[in-house]
């Protein structure tokens, strides 16, 4: 049985202070606990410190991630940061693929596939993301897309705890824009996105690996994916920077 997970990408919002005191309304909606959900806060870097000092003071039911890695262990690579920088600073997930990444920092499947194994060697948990445009949506050819990106983004992989990789399937149609995908589009893609995973790494392991759905997810919507059997959780962006609205949407997943 998968655990459920709630991540919520704050991506470029919230400053230091205002990532604090948005962890802290967060403790609180949460401070009786997430039952069986597993949650997870990704702010931006400069914040994560900040986060993870309230995680500890509050002993807050959720774990911390970060919104991207690089590769290589150390070094003249100005701008980045290492894998060992974030376990150094408490986080334990690392979203990685976004399509915002993919889209306005051309980054490709064989880089996502690099910080994937940089982060699992480091003991972080990729949350790996795939999805697919508008037009590879209107051109029917959105399954046979996605699923070419998990086998990229998976290449050369050893998982053995399927709970140590994470995948959100996030049309990029669907991202801020309002316009979500029906449960049964998540489902879809979703459950193919599953096969894939039964071909490479076999079915006790692909079983276990849990798959988000991420495009405008919010409290009103959240139940009606989770009615599907692939779909395990969601990647939260704009709703995750309300702590009630993220604090609603852990509790209907419980
Ligand atoms: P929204 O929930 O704001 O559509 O963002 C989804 C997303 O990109 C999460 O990574």
Redesign the pocket.
């Known amino acids: 049985m998968r655990k459920r997970m709630i991540?919520?990408?704050w991506?470029m919002n919230e400053t230091y202070s205002e990532g604090v005191v948005l962890a802290q309304g967060l403790a609180k909606e949460l401070a009786d606990g997430t039952g069986d959900v597993d949650v997870v806060v990704?702010p931006p870097a400069v914040d994560l410190k900040g986060v993870a000092e309230v995680i500890e003071h509050e002993d807050a039911p959720f774990a911390l991630g970060a919104q991207n890695v690089y590769w290589e262990e150390k070094g003249a690579y100005t701008g980045e940061t290492a894998p060992d920088m974030l376990t150094n600073i408490g986080a334990t997930y690392c979203?990685i693929g976004?399509?915002?990444r993919r889209g306005y920092f051309h980054e490709t499947d064989e880089e996502i596939n690099k910080k994937a194994k940089a982060l699992m060697a480091h003991g972080i948990v990729p949350i790996s993301?795939c999805g697919e445009s508008l037009e590879v949506r209107e051109a029917g050819k959105h399954v046979e897309f996605v699923v070419d990106q998990i086998k990229k983004d998976t290449e050369g992989l050893e998982i053995t705890d399927p709970a140590k990789y994470v995948i959100?399937y996030?049309p990029i149609w669907?991202?801020?824009?309002?316009k979500?995908a029906t449960a049964d589009d998540a489902q879809e893609v979703i459950g193919a996105i599953r096969a894939t995973l039964k071909e490479i790494f076999g079915d006790e392991v692909a079983d276990g690996i849990r798959i988000l759905y991420?495009?405008?997810?919010?409290p009103e919507n959240i139940a009606g994916f989770l009615t599907k059997e692939d779909v395990d959780g969601?990647?939260?962006?704009?709703?995750?920077l309300k702590a009630e609205s993220f604090a609603a949407m852990v509790k209907a997943s419980m």
């Open positions: 991540a919520g990408n991506k990704c979203i976004h399509s915002e993301c959100a996030e669907a991202i801020g824009t309002g979500t991420g495009g405008s997810a919010k969601a990647l939260v962006g704009g709703a995750s």
